[in-house]
Protein backbone atom coordinates (compact mmCIF):
# COMPACT_ATOMS: atom_id res chain seq x y z
CA UNK A 1 0.00 0.00 0.00
CA UNK A 2 1.39 3.41 -0.98
CA UNK A 3 1.74 5.91 2.28
CA UNK A 4 1.28 9.75 1.70
CA UNK A 5 3.04 11.79 4.50
CA UNK A 6 0.67 14.20 6.08
CA UNK A 7 1.41 17.44 7.70
CA UNK A 8 2.28 16.46 11.63
CA UNK A 9 -0.89 16.67 14.12
CA UNK A 10 -2.01 18.98 16.10
CA UNK A 11 -1.05 17.59 19.58
CA UNK A 12 -2.93 18.38 23.24
CA UNK A 13 -1.09 20.86 25.56
CA UNK A 14 1.51 20.41 27.86
CA UNK A 15 5.08 21.07 28.83
CA UNK A 16 5.55 17.44 27.42
CA UNK A 17 3.96 18.02 23.91
CA UNK A 18 5.62 21.94 23.79
CA UNK A 19 9.20 20.24 23.76
CA UNK A 20 7.44 17.56 20.82
CA UNK A 21 6.74 20.66 19.04
CA UNK A 22 9.50 22.41 19.58
CA UNK A 23 11.39 19.44 18.02
CA UNK A 24 9.52 18.93 15.18
CA UNK A 25 9.78 22.82 14.38
CA UNK A 26 14.01 22.45 13.95
CA UNK A 27 13.23 19.22 11.99
CA UNK A 28 11.24 20.81 9.62
CA UNK A 29 10.22 18.55 6.57
CA UNK A 30 12.75 15.98 7.76
CA UNK A 31 10.28 14.84 9.74
CA UNK A 32 6.82 13.45 8.89
CA UNK A 33 3.58 12.66 10.08
CA UNK A 34 4.81 12.64 13.67
CA UNK A 35 1.73 12.13 16.23
CA UNK A 36 -0.36 9.14 16.41
CA UNK A 37 0.53 6.28 19.06
CA UNK A 38 2.55 4.61 16.04
CA UNK A 39 4.16 5.78 12.45
CA UNK A 40 2.90 4.13 9.59
CA UNK A 41 6.13 3.39 7.08
CA UNK A 42 6.26 3.71 3.56
CA UNK A 43 6.02 0.69 1.04
CA UNK A 44 9.74 0.42 -0.26
CA UNK A 45 10.36 -2.58 -2.33
CA UNK A 46 13.79 -4.54 -0.93
CA UNK A 47 14.70 -6.43 1.96
CA UNK A 48 13.84 -4.14 4.93
CA UNK A 49 15.94 -4.10 8.02
CA UNK A 50 15.87 -2.88 11.09
CA UNK A 51 18.29 -1.88 14.15
CA UNK A 52 18.18 0.19 17.46
CA UNK A 53 21.45 1.58 19.30
CA UNK A 54 21.50 3.78 22.68
CA UNK A 55 23.73 6.04 23.67
CA UNK A 56 24.47 7.05 27.23
CA UNK A 57 25.86 9.99 29.22
CA UNK A 58 28.92 9.06 30.91
CA UNK A 59 28.71 5.67 28.96
CA UNK A 60 29.30 6.46 25.17
CA UNK A 61 30.55 10.29 25.63
CA UNK A 62 31.63 12.77 28.62
CA UNK A 63 30.25 15.73 28.06
CA UNK A 64 33.01 17.86 28.36
CA UNK A 65 34.44 15.95 25.24
CA UNK A 66 31.43 17.30 22.89
CA UNK A 67 29.16 19.46 22.30
CA UNK A 68 25.50 18.95 22.77
CA UNK A 69 25.19 18.88 18.64
CA UNK A 70 28.00 16.59 17.94
CA UNK A 71 26.37 14.23 21.10
CA UNK A 72 23.45 14.00 18.46
CA UNK A 73 25.48 13.86 15.58
CA UNK A 74 27.58 10.54 17.37
CA UNK A 75 24.15 9.03 18.12
CA UNK A 76 22.84 9.60 14.96
CA UNK A 77 25.74 8.18 13.00
CA UNK A 78 26.49 5.35 15.25
CA UNK A 79 22.32 4.08 15.10
CA UNK A 80 22.51 4.24 11.21
CA UNK A 81 26.31 3.09 10.84
CA UNK A 82 24.35 -0.25 11.58
CA UNK A 83 22.33 -0.05 7.81
CA UNK A 84 25.42 0.59 6.21
CA UNK A 85 26.63 -2.58 7.28
CA UNK A 86 24.10 -4.81 6.55
CA UNK A 87 24.24 -2.67 2.80
CA UNK A 88 21.47 -1.22 3.66
CA UNK A 89 19.93 2.57 2.51
CA UNK A 90 18.57 3.85 5.44
CA UNK A 91 14.96 5.33 5.44
CA UNK A 92 13.19 5.86 8.68
CA UNK A 93 14.20 6.84 12.42
CA UNK A 94 12.47 6.91 15.60
CA UNK A 95 14.26 8.20 18.19
CA UNK A 96 13.62 8.45 22.15
CA UNK A 97 15.19 10.76 24.12
CA UNK A 98 15.36 10.41 28.11
CA UNK A 99 16.31 14.11 29.38
CA UNK A 100 17.42 15.25 32.55
CA UNK A 101 16.63 18.61 33.88
CA UNK A 102 20.20 19.48 33.17
CA UNK A 103 19.90 18.68 29.29
CA UNK A 104 16.37 20.78 28.91
CA UNK A 105 18.20 23.37 27.18
CA UNK A 106 20.83 21.49 25.07
CA UNK A 107 18.04 18.85 23.49
CA UNK A 108 17.44 21.44 20.67
CA UNK A 109 21.38 21.39 19.68
CA UNK A 110 21.51 17.18 20.24
CA UNK A 111 18.26 17.34 18.05
CA UNK A 112 20.10 19.54 15.10
CA UNK A 113 23.00 17.54 15.26
CA UNK A 114 20.68 14.21 14.88
CA UNK A 115 18.78 16.36 12.07
CA UNK A 116 21.79 16.96 10.27
CA UNK A 117 23.19 13.57 9.92
CA UNK A 118 19.58 11.91 9.02
CA UNK A 119 19.03 14.41 6.54
CA UNK A 120 22.54 13.37 4.71
CA UNK A 121 21.03 10.01 4.93
CA UNK A 122 18.18 10.46 3.32
CA UNK A 123 15.81 9.54 5.85
CA UNK A 124 13.00 10.84 7.90
CA UNK A 125 11.92 11.08 11.57
CA UNK A 126 8.68 9.09 11.67
CA UNK A 127 8.24 9.09 15.38
CA UNK A 128 10.15 8.72 19.05
CA UNK A 129 9.28 8.90 22.19
CA UNK A 130 10.41 11.60 25.36
CA UNK A 131 10.92 11.09 28.94
CA UNK A 132 12.58 12.34 31.68
CA UNK A 133 15.43 10.83 33.58
CA UNK A 134 18.46 11.05 36.05
CA UNK A 135 20.82 10.46 32.85
CA UNK A 136 21.07 11.74 29.15
CA UNK A 137 20.17 8.81 26.71
CA UNK A 138 19.19 8.46 23.26
CA UNK A 139 18.06 5.62 21.93
CA UNK A 140 17.43 5.73 18.29
CA UNK A 141 16.29 3.04 16.04
CA UNK A 142 16.36 3.07 12.22
CA UNK A 143 15.03 1.14 9.44
CA UNK A 144 16.86 0.93 5.62
CA UNK A 145 15.92 -1.11 2.89
CA UNK A 146 18.15 -3.18 0.57
CA UNK A 147 18.91 -4.95 -2.36
CA UNK A 148 20.87 -7.60 -0.48
CA UNK A 149 20.96 -7.89 3.07
CA UNK A 150 24.75 -8.86 4.05
CA UNK A 151 24.91 -10.21 7.69
CA UNK A 152 27.89 -11.56 9.69
CA UNK A 153 27.94 -14.96 9.09
CA UNK A 154 28.35 -15.64 5.55
CA UNK A 155 32.21 -15.52 5.41
CA UNK A 156 34.06 -18.32 3.26
CA UNK A 157 37.23 -19.64 3.26
CA UNK A 158 39.01 -18.36 0.97
CA UNK A 159 37.92 -14.68 1.16
CA UNK A 160 39.86 -11.48 1.31
CA UNK A 161 39.26 -9.33 4.52
CA UNK A 162 38.73 -5.28 3.58
CA UNK A 163 38.24 -2.53 5.46
CA UNK A 164 37.12 0.89 4.67
CA UNK A 165 38.51 4.21 5.76
CA UNK A 166 41.55 5.07 7.91
CA UNK A 167 41.21 3.06 11.70
CA UNK A 168 42.20 4.48 15.14
CA UNK A 169 41.02 7.85 15.31
CA UNK A 170 38.14 7.49 18.32
CA UNK A 171 40.61 4.98 20.24
CA UNK A 172 43.25 8.04 19.93
CA UNK A 173 40.45 10.69 21.14
CA UNK A 174 39.14 8.60 23.81
CA UNK A 175 42.94 8.04 25.05
CA UNK A 176 43.48 11.39 25.07
CA UNK A 177 40.80 12.65 26.88
CA UNK A 178 41.28 10.50 29.61
CA UNK A 179 44.71 11.20 30.06
CA UNK A 180 42.99 14.64 30.97
CA UNK A 181 44.40 15.73 26.88
CA UNK A 182 43.04 16.97 23.79
CA UNK A 183 42.94 14.75 20.96
CA UNK A 184 43.92 16.21 17.19
CA UNK A 185 41.51 17.07 15.38
CA UNK A 186 41.53 14.64 13.06
CA UNK A 187 41.09 12.04 16.44
CA UNK A 188 38.28 14.48 17.40
CA UNK A 189 36.47 14.29 14.40
CA UNK A 190 36.22 10.85 13.72
CA UNK A 191 34.62 10.35 17.33
CA UNK A 192 32.01 13.56 17.24
CA UNK A 193 31.16 13.47 13.58
CA UNK A 194 31.58 9.99 12.24
CA UNK A 195 30.47 9.37 8.59
CA UNK A 196 28.57 6.07 8.33
CA UNK A 197 29.43 4.49 4.67
CA UNK A 198 25.84 3.30 3.31
CA UNK A 199 27.20 3.94 -0.02
CA UNK A 200 30.37 2.05 0.53
CA UNK A 201 28.01 -0.60 2.22
CA UNK A 202 26.00 -0.93 -0.65
CA UNK A 203 28.81 -0.94 -3.12
CA UNK A 204 29.96 -4.00 -0.86
CA UNK A 205 26.95 -5.91 -0.92
CA UNK A 206 26.55 -5.66 -4.33
CA UNK A 207 30.16 -6.42 -5.41
CA UNK A 208 29.72 -9.70 -3.25
CA UNK A 209 30.58 -9.39 0.11
CA UNK A 210 30.13 -12.50 1.91
CA UNK A 211 29.95 -11.34 5.22
CA UNK A 212 29.88 -7.41 6.54
CA UNK A 213 29.98 -5.55 10.04
CA UNK A 214 30.43 -2.02 11.30
CA UNK A 215 33.98 -1.91 13.32
CA UNK A 216 32.20 -0.34 16.07
CA UNK A 217 33.55 -2.56 18.98
CA UNK A 218 37.03 -2.24 17.10
CA UNK A 219 38.56 -4.16 14.43
CA UNK A 220 39.70 -7.07 16.44
CA UNK A 221 36.57 -7.68 18.11
CA UNK A 222 34.27 -6.90 15.24
CA UNK A 223 37.06 -9.26 13.14
CA UNK A 224 35.76 -12.04 15.98
CA UNK A 225 31.98 -11.43 15.39
CA UNK A 226 32.67 -12.25 12.17
CA UNK A 227 34.83 -14.99 12.54
CA UNK A 228 31.98 -16.85 15.32
CA UNK A 229 29.32 -16.09 13.01
CA UNK A 230 30.30 -17.70 10.06
CA UNK A 231 32.68 -20.24 11.78
CA UNK A 232 35.67 -19.41 10.22
CA UNK A 233 39.15 -17.52 11.24
CA UNK A 234 39.77 -14.24 9.80
CA UNK A 235 44.00 -13.75 9.91
CA UNK A 236 44.57 -10.18 9.76
CA UNK A 237 48.32 -8.83 8.74
CA UNK A 238 48.55 -5.57 11.54
CA UNK A 239 51.29 -4.17 9.30
CA UNK A 240 48.45 -4.02 6.56
CA UNK A 241 46.02 -1.52 8.52
CA UNK A 242 45.06 1.77 7.50
CA UNK A 243 46.24 3.93 10.35
CA UNK A 244 45.01 7.50 10.77
CA UNK A 245 47.43 10.40 11.32
CA UNK A 246 49.75 9.08 14.33
CA UNK A 247 48.03 6.01 15.40
CA UNK A 248 50.00 2.64 15.39
CA UNK A 249 48.66 -0.80 14.20
CA UNK A 250 47.87 -2.19 18.04
CA UNK A 251 45.50 0.93 18.76
CA UNK A 252 44.17 1.07 15.42
CA UNK A 253 43.33 -2.84 16.12
CA UNK A 254 41.29 -2.00 19.31
CA UNK A 255 39.89 1.41 18.97
CA UNK A 256 35.75 1.23 19.35
CA UNK A 257 33.10 3.84 18.23
CA UNK A 258 34.50 3.26 14.80
CA UNK A 259 31.75 3.19 12.11
CA UNK A 260 34.10 2.16 9.10
CA UNK A 261 32.88 -1.40 7.79
CA UNK A 262 34.66 -4.65 7.75
CA UNK A 263 33.62 -6.77 4.92
CA UNK A 264 35.10 -10.44 3.41
CA UNK A 265 34.90 -10.82 0.10
CA UNK A 266 35.21 -13.58 -2.68
CA UNK A 267 39.40 -13.32 -3.74
CA UNK A 268 38.01 -13.47 -7.38
CA UNK A 269 35.79 -10.69 -7.21
CA UNK A 270 38.18 -8.02 -5.51
CA UNK A 271 39.92 -6.83 -8.06
CA UNK A 272 37.37 -5.49 -9.80
CA UNK A 273 35.64 -3.87 -6.23
CA UNK A 274 39.06 -2.39 -6.22
CA UNK A 275 38.71 -0.93 -9.47
CA UNK A 276 35.36 0.47 -9.17
CA UNK A 277 35.85 1.50 -5.97
CA UNK A 278 39.06 3.89 -6.73
CA UNK A 279 36.59 5.51 -9.48
CA UNK A 280 34.21 6.15 -6.62
CA UNK A 281 34.68 6.81 -3.47
CA UNK A 282 36.96 8.76 -2.05
CA UNK A 283 37.59 7.03 1.24
CA UNK A 284 39.94 3.87 0.64
CA UNK A 285 39.01 0.03 0.82
CA UNK A 286 42.29 -1.65 1.93
CA UNK A 287 42.58 -5.65 2.29
CA UNK A 288 43.85 -6.36 5.70
CA UNK A 289 43.30 -10.38 5.88
CA UNK A 290 41.89 -12.92 5.04
CA UNK A 291 39.57 -15.82 5.55
CA UNK A 292 41.06 -19.05 6.47
CA UNK A 293 39.59 -22.49 8.07
CA UNK A 294 39.00 -23.18 12.16
CA UNK A 295 41.31 -25.34 13.27
CA UNK A 296 39.91 -28.43 14.02
CA UNK A 297 38.96 -28.42 18.17
CA UNK A 298 37.75 -25.24 19.98
CA UNK A 299 35.09 -24.00 17.57
CA UNK A 300 31.40 -25.56 18.36
CA UNK A 301 30.65 -23.24 21.00
CA UNK A 302 30.15 -19.67 20.74
CA UNK A 303 32.40 -18.78 23.36
CA UNK A 304 35.06 -20.92 21.64
CA UNK A 305 34.33 -19.83 18.13
CA UNK A 306 35.19 -16.47 19.25
CA UNK A 307 38.93 -17.61 19.30
CA UNK A 308 38.70 -18.54 16.05
CA UNK A 309 39.44 -15.00 15.33
CA UNK A 310 43.44 -14.76 14.67
CA UNK A 311 44.13 -11.85 17.38
CA UNK A 312 47.57 -10.65 16.15
CA UNK A 313 48.95 -13.69 13.75
CA UNK A 314 52.48 -13.42 11.87
CA UNK A 315 52.09 -10.64 9.24
CA UNK A 316 50.76 -12.96 5.71
CA UNK A 317 53.30 -11.82 3.08
CA UNK A 318 51.62 -8.85 0.65
CA UNK A 319 48.38 -9.19 -1.15
CA UNK B 1 10.90 -11.20 -0.59
CA UNK B 2 10.47 -14.19 1.85
CA UNK B 3 12.10 -14.73 4.84
CA UNK B 4 13.31 -17.47 6.62
CA UNK B 5 14.54 -17.07 10.14
CA UNK B 6 17.83 -18.44 11.06
CA UNK B 7 19.10 -20.06 14.24
CA UNK B 8 21.16 -17.41 16.00
CA UNK B 9 23.96 -16.56 15.43
CA UNK B 10 27.28 -17.44 17.01
CA UNK B 11 28.26 -14.32 19.24
CA UNK B 12 32.38 -13.01 20.09
CA UNK B 13 33.66 -13.54 23.60
CA UNK B 14 32.82 -11.07 26.30
CA UNK B 15 30.44 -10.52 29.35
CA UNK B 16 28.19 -8.31 27.16
CA UNK B 17 27.59 -10.62 24.52
CA UNK B 18 27.20 -13.44 27.17
CA UNK B 19 24.09 -11.36 28.92
CA UNK B 20 22.77 -11.55 25.52
CA UNK B 21 23.49 -15.25 24.79
CA UNK B 22 21.80 -15.88 28.65
CA UNK B 23 18.63 -13.41 27.45
CA UNK B 24 18.86 -15.85 24.22
CA UNK B 25 18.13 -18.75 26.07
CA UNK B 26 15.43 -17.49 27.83
CA UNK B 27 13.58 -15.87 25.01
CA UNK B 28 14.38 -19.52 23.11
CA UNK B 29 12.16 -19.49 19.94
CA UNK B 30 10.88 -16.34 20.70
CA UNK B 31 14.02 -14.41 19.43
CA UNK B 32 14.78 -15.00 15.55
CA UNK B 33 17.85 -14.10 13.97
CA UNK B 34 19.81 -12.23 16.49
CA UNK B 35 23.47 -11.36 15.91
CA UNK B 36 23.78 -9.32 12.65
CA UNK B 37 24.14 -5.20 12.63
CA UNK B 38 20.15 -4.95 11.79
CA UNK B 39 16.83 -7.57 11.57
CA UNK B 40 15.84 -8.52 8.12
CA UNK B 41 12.44 -7.96 8.86
CA UNK B 42 9.88 -10.55 7.55
CA UNK B 43 7.52 -9.36 4.41
CA UNK B 44 4.05 -9.05 5.68
CA UNK B 45 1.11 -7.52 3.47
CA UNK B 46 -0.81 -4.83 4.69
CA UNK B 47 0.43 -1.18 6.61
CA UNK B 48 2.81 -1.33 8.53
CA UNK B 49 3.44 0.21 11.75
CA UNK B 50 6.04 1.10 14.18
CA UNK B 51 6.58 2.59 17.56
CA UNK B 52 9.21 2.89 20.48
CA UNK B 53 8.23 3.77 23.94
CA UNK B 54 10.72 3.90 27.16
CA UNK B 55 10.38 2.63 30.77
CA UNK B 56 12.51 4.11 33.04
CA UNK B 57 13.24 3.41 36.69
CA UNK B 58 12.08 5.99 39.17
CA UNK B 59 10.17 7.93 36.11
CA UNK B 60 7.59 5.36 35.36
CA UNK B 61 7.72 2.35 38.35
CA UNK B 62 9.46 2.24 41.46
CA UNK B 63 11.29 -1.07 42.35
CA UNK B 64 9.52 -1.12 45.51
CA UNK B 65 6.25 -1.51 43.65
CA UNK B 66 6.33 -4.38 41.32
CA UNK B 67 8.64 -7.02 40.88
CA UNK B 68 10.81 -7.06 38.27
CA UNK B 69 9.81 -9.60 36.10
CA UNK B 70 6.42 -6.82 36.28
CA UNK B 71 8.99 -3.92 34.85
CA UNK B 72 9.20 -6.21 32.09
CA UNK B 73 5.59 -7.45 31.40
CA UNK B 74 4.77 -3.54 32.08
CA UNK B 75 7.21 -2.30 29.47
CA UNK B 76 6.10 -4.92 26.78
CA UNK B 77 2.60 -4.53 27.09
CA UNK B 78 3.05 -0.46 27.27
CA UNK B 79 4.99 -0.91 23.77
CA UNK B 80 2.73 -3.20 22.57
CA UNK B 81 -0.72 -0.81 23.36
CA UNK B 82 0.65 1.13 20.60
CA UNK B 83 0.44 -1.31 17.72
CA UNK B 84 -3.22 -1.96 19.64
CA UNK B 85 -4.19 1.74 19.03
CA UNK B 86 -3.41 1.59 15.52
CA UNK B 87 -5.46 -1.50 15.00
CA UNK B 88 -2.58 -3.31 13.95
CA UNK B 89 -1.28 -6.98 14.88
CA UNK B 90 2.27 -7.03 16.62
CA UNK B 91 5.09 -8.71 14.34
CA UNK B 92 8.43 -7.56 15.22
CA UNK B 93 9.97 -6.30 18.65
CA UNK B 94 13.59 -5.07 19.22
CA UNK B 95 14.55 -3.84 23.11
CA UNK B 96 17.27 -1.96 24.45
CA UNK B 97 17.81 -2.05 28.28
CA UNK B 98 20.07 -0.11 30.03
CA UNK B 99 21.46 -1.83 32.93
CA UNK B 100 23.25 -0.36 35.53
CA UNK B 101 25.34 -2.80 38.31
CA UNK B 102 22.22 -3.15 40.52
CA UNK B 103 20.01 -4.63 37.96
CA UNK B 104 22.16 -7.23 36.28
CA UNK B 105 20.80 -10.27 38.20
CA UNK B 106 17.12 -9.54 37.66
CA UNK B 107 17.57 -8.90 34.07
CA UNK B 108 16.69 -12.30 33.76
CA UNK B 109 13.61 -11.46 35.03
CA UNK B 110 12.49 -8.43 33.50
CA UNK B 111 13.19 -10.42 30.44
CA UNK B 112 10.94 -13.28 31.31
CA UNK B 113 8.39 -10.64 31.98
CA UNK B 114 8.72 -9.07 28.27
CA UNK B 115 9.21 -12.16 26.56
CA UNK B 116 5.62 -13.62 28.36
CA UNK B 117 3.38 -10.37 26.78
CA UNK B 118 5.56 -10.66 23.65
CA UNK B 119 4.42 -14.14 23.00
CA UNK B 120 1.10 -13.73 23.86
CA UNK B 121 1.20 -11.13 21.20
CA UNK B 122 2.46 -13.29 18.40
CA UNK B 123 5.46 -10.98 18.15
CA UNK B 124 9.21 -12.03 17.54
CA UNK B 125 12.22 -10.29 19.51
CA UNK B 126 14.48 -9.75 16.33
CA UNK B 127 17.00 -7.31 18.09
CA UNK B 128 18.03 -4.89 20.33
CA UNK B 129 20.54 -3.30 22.63
CA UNK B 130 22.24 -3.60 26.09
CA UNK B 131 24.32 -0.66 27.54
CA UNK B 132 25.50 0.14 30.85
CA UNK B 133 23.98 2.84 32.85
CA UNK B 134 23.64 4.39 35.90
CA UNK B 135 19.40 3.83 35.89
CA UNK B 136 17.25 0.73 34.60
CA UNK B 137 15.59 1.48 31.39
CA UNK B 138 14.06 -0.25 28.59
CA UNK B 139 13.06 1.46 25.22
CA UNK B 140 10.62 -1.01 23.30
CA UNK B 141 10.54 -0.74 19.35
CA UNK B 142 7.51 -2.35 18.08
CA UNK B 143 6.16 -3.07 14.34
CA UNK B 144 3.29 -3.98 13.31
CA UNK B 145 0.97 -4.87 10.43
CA UNK B 146 -2.52 -3.80 9.80
CA UNK B 147 -5.34 -4.13 7.25
CA UNK B 148 -6.33 -0.53 8.19
CA UNK B 149 -4.30 1.61 9.90
CA UNK B 150 -6.37 3.82 12.43
CA UNK B 151 -4.60 7.28 14.04
CA UNK B 152 -5.76 10.42 15.94
CA UNK B 153 -6.72 12.89 13.43
CA UNK B 154 -10.05 11.17 12.23
CA UNK B 155 -12.86 11.82 14.47
CA UNK B 156 -15.79 13.14 12.80
CA UNK B 157 -18.46 15.33 14.13
CA UNK B 158 -21.38 13.07 15.10
CA UNK B 159 -19.07 10.03 15.93
CA UNK B 160 -19.92 8.36 19.25
CA UNK B 161 -16.49 8.37 21.69
CA UNK B 162 -16.22 4.31 22.98
CA UNK B 163 -13.76 3.01 25.56
CA UNK B 164 -12.75 -0.50 26.07
CA UNK B 165 -12.47 -2.27 29.77
CA UNK B 166 -12.69 -0.53 33.03
CA UNK B 167 -10.96 2.30 34.13
CA UNK B 168 -8.80 4.01 36.95
CA UNK B 169 -6.90 1.25 38.18
CA UNK B 170 -2.96 2.09 37.23
CA UNK B 171 -4.48 5.78 38.60
CA UNK B 172 -5.45 4.29 42.14
CA UNK B 173 -2.51 1.99 42.07
CA UNK B 174 -0.16 4.73 42.42
CA UNK B 175 -1.80 6.57 44.67
CA UNK B 176 -1.83 3.86 47.09
CA UNK B 177 1.67 3.34 46.92
CA UNK B 178 2.60 7.65 47.05
CA UNK B 179 0.62 7.23 50.45
CA UNK B 180 2.99 4.67 51.58
CA UNK B 181 -0.38 2.05 50.94
CA UNK B 182 -1.07 -1.13 49.16
CA UNK B 183 -3.07 -1.03 46.26
CA UNK B 184 -5.80 -3.37 45.90
CA UNK B 185 -5.49 -6.44 43.79
CA UNK B 186 -7.39 -5.42 41.02
CA UNK B 187 -5.66 -1.84 40.77
CA UNK B 188 -1.97 -3.31 40.68
CA UNK B 189 -2.50 -5.81 38.19
CA UNK B 190 -3.51 -3.60 36.33
CA UNK B 191 -0.70 -1.13 36.44
CA UNK B 192 1.71 -4.76 36.96
CA UNK B 193 0.21 -6.54 34.18
CA UNK B 194 -1.75 -4.61 31.89
CA UNK B 195 -3.51 -6.37 28.63
CA UNK B 196 -2.82 -4.35 25.43
CA UNK B 197 -5.78 -4.51 23.62
CA UNK B 198 -5.29 -5.71 20.07
CA UNK B 199 -7.84 -8.13 18.93
CA UNK B 200 -10.29 -5.40 20.13
CA UNK B 201 -8.38 -2.32 18.50
CA UNK B 202 -8.08 -4.69 15.36
CA UNK B 203 -12.03 -4.92 15.42
CA UNK B 204 -12.69 -1.30 16.08
CA UNK B 205 -10.32 -0.71 13.27
CA UNK B 206 -12.57 -2.88 11.23
CA UNK B 207 -16.10 -1.70 11.85
CA UNK B 208 -14.79 1.61 10.93
CA UNK B 209 -13.55 3.48 13.93
CA UNK B 210 -11.87 6.85 12.68
CA UNK B 211 -9.74 8.02 15.51
CA UNK B 212 -8.08 5.75 17.98
CA UNK B 213 -5.70 6.28 20.87
CA UNK B 214 -4.32 4.02 23.83
CA UNK B 215 -5.69 5.67 26.96
CA UNK B 216 -1.47 5.74 28.90
CA UNK B 217 -1.89 9.34 29.04
CA UNK B 218 -5.54 9.00 30.95
CA UNK B 219 -9.26 9.58 29.25
CA UNK B 220 -9.08 13.02 29.79
CA UNK B 221 -5.30 13.77 27.61
CA UNK B 222 -5.83 11.43 25.31
CA UNK B 223 -9.40 12.43 24.43
CA UNK B 224 -7.60 15.94 24.18
CA UNK B 225 -5.03 14.33 22.13
CA UNK B 226 -7.60 12.92 19.91
CA UNK B 227 -9.75 16.37 19.59
CA UNK B 228 -6.55 18.56 18.70
CA UNK B 229 -5.54 16.05 15.96
CA UNK B 230 -9.09 15.77 14.44
CA UNK B 231 -10.21 19.86 15.31
CA UNK B 232 -13.06 18.50 17.18
CA UNK B 233 -14.08 18.40 20.42
CA UNK B 234 -14.96 15.01 22.73
CA UNK B 235 -17.78 15.59 24.81
CA UNK B 236 -17.57 12.77 27.40
CA UNK B 237 -19.73 12.13 29.92
CA UNK B 238 -18.29 11.31 33.29
CA UNK B 239 -21.50 9.20 34.78
CA UNK B 240 -20.84 7.04 31.61
CA UNK B 241 -17.33 5.95 32.64
CA UNK B 242 -16.88 2.32 32.91
CA UNK B 243 -15.70 2.85 36.37
CA UNK B 244 -12.77 -0.29 38.12
CA UNK B 245 -13.93 -1.40 41.81
CA UNK B 246 -13.91 1.73 44.20
CA UNK B 247 -12.95 3.99 41.14
CA UNK B 248 -14.87 7.35 41.52
CA UNK B 249 -15.33 9.16 37.82
CA UNK B 250 -12.95 12.03 38.19
CA UNK B 251 -9.77 9.51 39.28
CA UNK B 252 -10.84 7.41 36.11
CA UNK B 253 -10.92 10.18 33.84
CA UNK B 254 -6.90 10.89 34.98
CA UNK B 255 -5.75 7.47 35.75
CA UNK B 256 -2.81 7.22 33.07
CA UNK B 257 -0.46 4.35 32.51
CA UNK B 258 -4.07 2.90 31.31
CA UNK B 259 -4.12 0.48 28.12
CA UNK B 260 -7.48 0.65 26.85
CA UNK B 261 -8.50 1.73 23.47
CA UNK B 262 -10.42 4.68 22.98
CA UNK B 263 -12.08 4.54 19.72
CA UNK B 264 -14.62 7.40 17.60
CA UNK B 265 -16.46 5.30 15.71
CA UNK B 266 -19.46 6.71 12.98
CA UNK B 267 -22.72 6.54 15.08
CA UNK B 268 -24.87 4.56 12.28
CA UNK B 269 -22.16 1.68 12.88
CA UNK B 270 -21.78 1.88 16.69
CA UNK B 271 -25.21 -0.93 17.07
CA UNK B 272 -23.73 -3.52 14.92
CA UNK B 273 -20.14 -2.96 16.44
CA UNK B 274 -21.73 -3.61 20.07
CA UNK B 275 -23.45 -6.49 19.06
CA UNK B 276 -20.58 -8.28 17.57
CA UNK B 277 -18.00 -7.03 20.26
CA UNK B 278 -20.57 -8.87 23.27
CA UNK B 279 -20.45 -12.06 21.39
CA UNK B 280 -16.48 -12.20 21.18
CA UNK B 281 -14.91 -10.30 23.76
CA UNK B 282 -14.98 -9.99 27.62
CA UNK B 283 -13.71 -6.90 27.84
CA UNK B 284 -16.68 -4.36 27.63
CA UNK B 285 -17.08 -1.66 25.38
CA UNK B 286 -18.68 1.24 26.99
CA UNK B 287 -19.62 4.89 25.06
CA UNK B 288 -18.63 7.42 27.26
CA UNK B 289 -19.35 10.83 24.99
CA UNK B 290 -19.86 12.16 21.26
CA UNK B 291 -17.88 13.92 18.94
CA UNK B 292 -18.98 17.70 18.88
CA UNK B 293 -17.89 20.85 16.58
CA UNK B 294 -15.69 23.06 17.97
CA UNK B 295 -16.51 26.70 18.97
CA UNK B 296 -15.65 29.15 15.97
CA UNK B 297 -12.55 30.56 18.20
CA UNK B 298 -9.75 29.09 19.88
CA UNK B 299 -8.94 26.30 17.86
CA UNK B 300 -6.36 27.21 15.35
CA UNK B 301 -3.48 26.82 17.23
CA UNK B 302 -2.18 23.44 18.48
CA UNK B 303 -2.51 24.56 22.43
CA UNK B 304 -5.34 25.86 21.41
CA UNK B 305 -6.89 23.00 19.88
CA UNK B 306 -6.49 21.28 22.51
CA UNK B 307 -8.41 23.24 24.81
CA UNK B 308 -11.31 21.90 22.04
CA UNK B 309 -11.60 18.74 24.78
CA UNK B 310 -14.71 19.42 26.80
CA UNK B 311 -13.00 18.40 30.05
CA UNK B 312 -16.06 18.11 32.48
CA UNK B 313 -19.28 19.07 30.07
CA UNK B 314 -22.65 18.78 31.76
CA UNK B 315 -23.91 15.03 31.61
CA UNK B 316 -25.18 14.52 27.76
CA UNK B 317 -28.61 12.52 28.41
CA UNK B 318 -28.05 8.98 28.82
CA UNK B 319 -28.11 7.79 24.86
Not at 209 to 225: E, F, P
Not at 260 to 270: F, G, H, K, Q, S
Not at 287 to 315: M, S, Y
Amino acid sequence: MSHTPRPHQAMGAGAEFDTIRGLMARWGDLAVDIGDDAAVLPDSPGVRVISTDACVEEVHFRRAWISAREVGTRAAAAALSDLAAMGARPESVLIAFMVPEAWRDALGDVADGMGEVIRAAGARIVGGNLTRGSVFSVTTTVLGVANRAVGRHGAQVGDVVVVTGLLGGPGAALEAWNRGESPTAWARGRFAAPVPRWAEGAALAAAGATAMIDVSDGVLADAGHVAAASGVQLRLDPARLPLGPGIEAANAMQSGEEYELLATVPANRYDRLAAGWRATFAVPLTVIGTVVACPPTGATRPAEGAQGFDHFAPPSPPR
